[in-house]
């Protein structure tokens, strides 16, 4: 493979900074293999580059090499503890690729230290928080996040998700809000419906999940829960209509 090689290299081939430009180079180029070994080359020069260390991970991250993107960000760290970045992303890719909740909220918080005020890292650390099941912390931070974008629809959404378990009622109440920010989002919809059967509240359920329905109709989970509401207010034609929806989707689909 040919590439351009920046002119330090060319009289300096031991530069530190000339390897460091050549690695952002190629990476900006799409040549990752190659843009990792140089900024390993750099780091020969320099080992203590916070930078070097980040950007190799980020490469490794792109790799699919997760484990050592989180060493090469952990080195980062080990330099500059309280920089943001290094922190931010170990939490992203221990969050979403290697499924370590605990772990993820560590790194988030560590970013918070140094950004109080990010969004992204607030929301991430409620979804860390949410997924390891402690829902009070988990609320703290998606409450966190509202107030630094309060037309957010995912963090209302995901609150609501989480209020669910602990406080039905604030829980639609959130619900209602995440449905003003996005009017016609089926999650929202049937979490609202989920929880007011949940509730026994069977006929604000029902036209719940009359709007899931219409925003999508091939639904058999929603037909075959609107038949059971349709069936605890005593609205039996109704309630045959759903189950006749079901039996139609899934011979369609070949749902046994």
């Known amino acids: ?42 780091l020969e020069y320099n080992p203590k580059d916070y930078w070097s260390w980040y950007h190799r991970g980020k490469i490794l991250e792109q790799l699919n090499l997760y484990d050592e993107a989180i060493a090469s960000w952990q080195q ?26 605990e772990q993820a909220a ?22 860390a928080k949410r997924l390891l099941g402690d829902w009070q912390s988990a609320i703290a931070y998606y409450n966190r996040a509202i107030t630094l974008r309060p037309e957010d629809y995912w963090a209302c959404y995901r609150k609501a998700e989480v209020l669910g ?7 639609l109440e959130v619900y209602s809000r995440a449905l003003e920010l996005k009017k016609r989002d089926y999650w929202a919809w049937k979490g609202k419906a989920n929880l007011l059967q ?11 999940y009359t709007q899931v329905l219409l925003i999508e109709p091939e639904d058999i989970e929603s037909w ?19 189950l006749k929806a079901v039996a139609s989707l899934k011979a369609k689909h070949k749902i046994s």
């Not at 980062?76 to 909740?101: C, F, Q, R, T």
């Not at 378990?165 to 829980?171: F, N, V």
């Open 1 to 42: 493979m040919s590439y351009y090689i920046p002119r330090q290299l060319e009289c300096r081939p031991d530069s530190y900074q000339g390897w460091y430009q050549q690695a952002s180079l190629l990476e900006k180029q799409g040549y990752l293999k190659d843009a990792k070994a140089a900024y390993e080359k750099a």
């Open 76 to 101: 980062a760290a080990s330099i500059e503890p309280k920089n943001y970045w290094a922190w931010y992303d170990a939490g992203y890719v221990y969050l979403y690729n290697l499924n370590d909740y």
């Open 106 to 127: 560590y790194c988030f918080s560590q970013a918070l230290t140094e950004k109080p005020d990010d969004y992204w890292a607030n929301y991430r650390l409620a979804e």
């Open 165 to 171: 378990k602990i406080e039905p009622k604030q829980a």
């Open 198 to 208: 949940q509730m026994n509240n069977f006929k604000a359920a029902t036209l719940a």
């Open 224 to 242: 075959q829960n609107q038949s059971v509401c349709f069936s605890k207010i005593h609205q039996i034609e109704a309630a045959n209509y759903c």
